[in-house]
């Protein structure tokens, strides 16, 4: 499967969302990270989902890709209320290296967009 990173046509509520497919390890992980920037930087951004749903792979680099996302988003939240969810079903390898790194606790988690949009 080709990776595919694709941020969603916004609905104007403070959610943007971004679709990552196929996998994702340090050397694929740039997509991710330019699709980023922008949600960082627009004020009227308030939520970022991450929909991995569809990622087939991922290992620590992309743990470490959205640590660094949530840390970015830990000090804008003194300008603005910020937060980053995953939209799932969770990828098995993408949860275990959550699971492993206790890293599960940062990462409020939806069983779809629905619910991750509002969580």
Do not use: K
Not at 6 to 35: H, K, M, N, W, Y
Not at 73 to 81: A, D, E, K, V, Y
Not at 92 to 102: D, I, N, S
């Amino acid at each position: 499967m080709d990776q595919e990173v694709l941020v969603l046509t916004e609905e104007d509520d403070g959610v943007r969302v971004i679709t990552c497919s196929g996998a994702f390890d340090q050397a694929t992980l740039e997509p991710l990270r330019r699709a980023c920037a922008p949600a960082l930087a627009d004020p009227a951004v308030r939520r970022i989902v991450l929909d991995v749903s569809r990622v087939t792979f991922a290992d620590s680099s992309m743990l470490n890709t959205m640590l660094h996302l949530l840390h970015l988003l830990h000090l804008l939240h003194l300008l603005r209320t910020s937060s980053l969810v995953l939209a799932g079903p969770l990828p098995r390898t993408l949860a275990r290296v959550l699971e492993l790194t206790q890293a599960d606790r940062l990462f409020p988690t939806a069983d779809g967009m629905r619910e991750a949009r509002t969580l």
